[in-house]
């Protein structure tokens, strides 16, 4: 079980020399997730060596133009590259229409099915599970519809006690699956082995939150309660509070406390405001109120390994 998330871009408005929108790329549990699709997405996905045929769903949390300006020269990209395999686009109502109508009047409508889930509620929903993830929606709150992402790896079978199950002679081979799947064990004589006797429990799934462009929302607390890894945006310093407010936006001290409140493991900042010049200074307000802190730089890797 483990994770990996690569940074593409993390600054907010508009892209600058050395410093791109909004885009990450998650593997989590072999699954390979875009998140966000800014402008010059593309490009640092060649510079970091992201697999463009891997993705196959992209979640997109808002129609903010350095969130997914980028979406459709990507799509433009999979036409030229010949690209077969459906694709899966999650995003607000709306998305589906302006990238339709994007690829409609430029031509750029390739073979590959694109499938949209386009999103309206306002409370929390799973959105998409497999085999090995699930995702649940993270309803924020910013000037348009906004949501972020859970990400969270499926719990595996619990791990076989082969001492403890060598003590019951009954327990054949063909048993082991029903203890993997929690089931007790029923001698011959009626007496019932608990399963906890006779396995161990799994390990912990790896889990992801991005919480993208937001005022502070104290309550999300309770939906990333104990997450490995949690993102959120920190547009501003706690200098600039009265103007987060005012545009939905958060400081890095308020995404400190919904970390320390979350009780998550690690926390990385980004979505800086272009009128600081020193990335630090966001850290360094974060760590006054939760210890674990990251700065969001593009390029810049997050592993996470259960074994």
């Known amino acids: 079980m483990s994770l990996r998330l690569t940074i593409l871009g ?6 600058r020399i ?37 993705i196959s769903h992209i979640f997109i949390s808002h129609l903010h133009g350095d969130h997914f300006y980028g979406l459709v020269g990507l799509l433009s990209t999979y036409g030229i590259l010949n690209r077969e395999k459906e694709i899966h686009i999650f995003g607000p109502k709306g ?3 302006i990238t339709r109508l994007n690829l409609k009047v430029s031509h ?38 906004t949501n972020g992402y859970l990400f969270i790896e499926k719990e595996k079978l619990r791990n076989l006690n082969i001492e403890e199950i060598r003590k019951y002679p009954e327990i054949e081979k063909c048993d082991y699956q029903n203890l993997k799947l929690g089931a007790d064990y029923t001698l011959q004589s009626g007496a019932i082995i608990p399963n906890a006797a006779l396995t161990k429990d799994p390990v912990k799934p790896i889990s992801y939150a991005y919480c993208s462009d937001t005022r502070y929302l104290p309550h999300l607390s309770e939906l990333l309660q104990n997450v490995d890894l949690l ?27 919904l970390a320390r409140a979350s009780n998550v493991q690690q926390l ?23 210890n674990n802190v990251a700065l969001a730089e593009p390029g810049k890797v997050f592993e996470i390994n259960n074994g």
């Open 10 to 15: 993390c600054h907010s408005a508009t892209p």
């Open 18 to 54: 050395n410093a791109y929108p909004t885009s990450q790329y998650l593997e989590i549990n072999n699954r390979h997730f875009l998140i966000d699709c800014g402008e010059g997405t593309q490009r640092q996905m060649r510079k970091y060596k992201v697999g463009f045929s891997k």
């Open 95 to 97: 998305i589906e229409e």
């Open 108 to 145: 750029s409508h390739s073979k590959f099915p694109i499938v949209f889930h386009e999103l309206s509620s306002k409370e929390s929903e799973l959105i998409f599970e497999d085999d090995k993830v699930v995702v649940h929606s993270i309803p924020l709150d910013h000037r348009v519809y």
């Open 231 to 257: 993102y959120h945006e920190s547009t501003f310093l706690s200098d600039k509070e009265d103007l987060a407010q005012k545009t939905k936006h958060s400081t890095a001290a308020q995404a400190a406390k």
């Open 268 to 290: 990385i900042i980004g979505h800086y405001s272009s009128r600081y010049k020193d990335i630090e200074l966001f850290k360094k307000e974060a760590e006054t109120t939760f």
